[in-house]
Structures are given as structure tokens and as C-alpha cells.
């Protein structure tokens, strides 16, 4: 059974960073490519990064320079920092496994706020 746990969100004042982190089981980790989305309200779900099993990254388009990327692949984890966050960031988070027809996580929710 493939799981996806995402944890790491919650509310920051602007400016601040954040670390989220998505926990996997069921797949042979080191092989699939992962990915985090976001979707704002009343916005259709977007892409912020994806990292292949070997460690290929690209960002969405509307990705500025202030998220990173990265796996544990001994851990079975991908994890996204977030720095220097500002208000227009605020959406629920997802991880996504490129594993078969695609497995997701449950979703955190970032707010940004003052």
C-alpha cells in the first residue's frame, strides 16, 4: 500500500521559512520521481518542484529562487524549504508520486500572514 504523509505547514509571518516534509512507503523510493504542488483557493493545483530519482530538479514557472527542493532517499523522504515566504504563497501543499497512475499526499496547509 503506497502512502504519502506530508507534514511541516502552518502559519508564518512574511519573511519567514519553512520546512515541509512528505514521508513515503509502498514504493521503491529511490526509483520515482517526486513532486510538490500547491493550489490556493479558487486555483487550480500548481506545480512547485519535481526531483527525479536521480536527483534532476526543475521548479514551476511561477517559482521565484525562494523554495528548495530535495530527498533523503535512505529516508524515503522529499522535503521543500521555503524561505523569505511572502503572503501570495499561501495554499495547502502536496507531494506527489510519479509511481504508477500517481499517488498524493493528504495535504499541509501553509498560510502566510501577519
Known amino acids: 500500500q503506497v502512502q504519502l504523509v506530508e507534514s511541516g505547514g502552518g502559519l508564518v509571518q512574511p519573511g519567514g521559512s519553512l520546512r515541509l516534509s512528505c514521508v513515503t512507503s509502498?514504493?521503491?523510493?529511490?526509483?520515482?520521481?517526486m513532486g510538490w504542488y500547491r493550489q490556493a483557493p479558487g486555483k487550480q493545483r500548481e506545480l512547485v518542484a519535481l526531483i527525479s530519482g536521480g536527483g534532476v530538479i526543475n521548479y514551476g514557472n511561477s517559482i521565484k529562487g525562494q523554495f528548495t527542493i530535495a530527498r533523503d532517499n535512505a529516508k524515503s523522504t522529499v522535503s521543500l524549504q521555503m524561505n523569505s515566504l511572502k503572503p501570495e504563497v499561501t495554499a495547502v501543499y502536496y507531494c506527489?508520486?510519479?509511481?504508477?497512475?500517481?499517488?498524493w499526499g493528504q495535504g499541509t496547509q501553509v498560510t502566510v500572514s501577519s
Open positions: 506527489k508520486a510519479f509511481y504508477g497512475d500517481g499517488y
Open positions: 509502498g514504493i521503491i523510493f529511490s526509483r520515482v520521481t
